[in-house]
């Protein structure tokens, strides 16, 4: 077979607030690769099936100076994150041609290599769509199951505040919450992201875009538990309005990825008055200790139990503008591109 | 005996800023008291030795409408903080006439009380002064000492930065860490301070307002534990230049106190990146905990083990001006009042 186009989403700028389309991150189809004779030296090639769109990934693009250290992007090079891939071929006895591997991926087409960082098998399952594997049975799932297990220490009858609960973490977050007997109360940017978020059980459901976060939870709290998804004023509200000894998990700040730190904070003192516990966390570390969520999760996906709500981009070539759409909270579930069928 | 003043110093203003002498607080002189016939109702008739001030009693100036909560204090009542009393009269057969307790007292002469909160009892020991009781040996030091205990999980050959690390609580810090074979990293707001810095044992001791904290962390950091006793911009310095998986214990934040909310927070997204654990707690919670605190804390001063440095004022009705000093970082060592010898 004749060489083929390999596209290829790079990431060309650091971004000002948001990542742009066709500015910060390119679509480049420059490339060609001879699938069938391209040299593996002992690896395999994939084609990249589905890729993960996230926030945090706008937190990698912070060019060579910047504080972020290895896992930032390199200019000029693809973007990377989480994806499903098949192997098309394989020099590796453990990884035959025809299986496939969930594991962080550059956002191209096509890609070999000797291996794939924090990957592992997946094999096809009944209701259980590739696209889950980088969603709630995957990344983002792992994250709102393991930071929720390691360090909510929930007691049922608690109240558990999830900012961001309609995304793919806080929607795992919020449905291990409400199955642990937990008050959930969970805001979201949309009309639309509320009533996802009433259909999954969430009690006290709301747009933080018409209703202010203070009031709900002055209301509804106080709270035991926040998970942080956003930082600025919404962690500042929970701050204001948690019990003694509360847990807040700080999985991300939304608000601050997007140069968002002109918020001053009112109430970090709450942290030794109310002798709050800040945990925060990236999921590589909390991996290797919860080994369980790969089986437990698709299975409950399986059985209807967990429930989740996908935005589908279809094509490499639009994950640019599905990205954009991501950062200002546009994506109506878990974003993903759909690369190839 | 005729009745004798029993001078108070009053809560009477919520302070703008700091508490100013005279504004906020009122050396009251109206009330008498007649010490061989007060009515004791079963309880114990005080007199007031030494008095302890600490920043913290700035934040329990609020007013009746805050959210400081049942500790706040009173408007037209006596502040209250930790002082050491010796028992005239009793009722109580626990606590005879002539024994000392440590606890929570107000800020007067003399006081008759059935129950004094956080208490115990103290009796004299060589080279450990009544005032070592509210300091070193008392609240504060006990604030370094089990909060440290509790939240640092300290390796040898760490590094810590201790802020106010010349105060009371930031001292004690500072030499368990060091006996502990940590590298200790100091700042104090006077030249002064840093010399006593040095005199413990501190590795890098510095004035934060001639070098810039952000500086010296990046030279002497990454840093594994913050000890946190000023919030804002040293708290933004230390989640800057942290080592993955930090702790980071919040004792206080003084720059809060007063009214200095105005800071705009820059790392906050550290605490995910680099997976720090943010530990805010208050004294009364691990005070069951750490009784060994009282046996060995008063041992190593008397053994001239554990040092310490007091800023003594002599009278009551010059508590108001010591309590402002120690609120602009002008006290030159633990800050006491002498209210009786």
Chains 1, 2 share one sequence.
Not at 108 to 114: A, D, F, I, L
Not at 315 to 329: D, I, P, Y
């Amino acid at each position: 077979m004749a060489p083929v186009t390999n596209g290829r989403l790079l990431f060309t700028g650091i971004p000002e607030v948001y990542a742009i389309a066709g500015k910060d991150n390119v679509y480049d189809t420059s490339e060609t690769i001879d699938l069938d004779n391209v040299p593996l030296n002992g690896g395999m090639l994939f084609k990249i099936l589905v890729l993960s769109i996230d926030p945090y990934l706008r937190d990698k693009m912070r060019g060579p100076d910047s504080d972020a250290g290895e896992s930032a992007y390199k200019l000029g090079k693809p973007i990377e994150g989480f994806g499903v891939g098949e192997i098309l071929r394989s020099e590796n006895s453990q990884h035959p041609a025809g299986s496939h591997l969930v594991g962080w991926f550059p956002f191209q087409q096509y890609w070999v290599g000797n291996s794939v960082q924090y990957s592992y098998p997946v094999a096809p399952m009944k209701g259980v769509p590739w696209s889950a594997h980088v969603g709630v049975a995957g990344m983002p799932g792992s994250t709102g199951y393991m930071g929720w297990k390691e360090f909510s220490k929930a007691k049922a009858g608690e109240t558990v505040f999830v900012s961001a609960a309609a995304g793919c973490v806080g929607a795992t977050v919020a449905q291990l919450a409400k199955a642990e007997g937990l008050k959930v109360i969970g805001s979201a940017g949309t009309d639309e992201k509320v009533e996802f978020l009433k259909s999954i059980g969430v009690d006290v459901a709301f747009n933080y875009k018409k209703v202010d976060t203070n009031e709900v939870l002055k209301k509804e709290g106080p709270i035991d538990i926040y998970w942080d998804n956003v930082g600025g004023p919404t962690l500042d509200a929970a701050l204001a309005n948690s019990n003694r000894y509360s847990r807040f998990i700080e999985c991300g700040m939304l608000t601050v990825y997007n140069g968002g730190e002109t918020y001053t904070m009112k109430n970090l003192n709450m942290i030794y008055r109310s002798e709050i516990t800040v945990s925060g966390f990236t999921i590589p570390s909390l991996m290797p200790k919860y080994p369980e969520f790969y089986v437990e999760v698709p299975k409950l996906i399986s059985e209807g139990k967990m429930k989740f709500n996908e935005d589908i981009t279809v094509g490499l070539e639009n994950a640019g503008a599905a990205f954009e759409a991501n950062q200002l909270g546009k994506s109506t579930g878990k974003s993903i591109v759909l690369v190839a069928e």
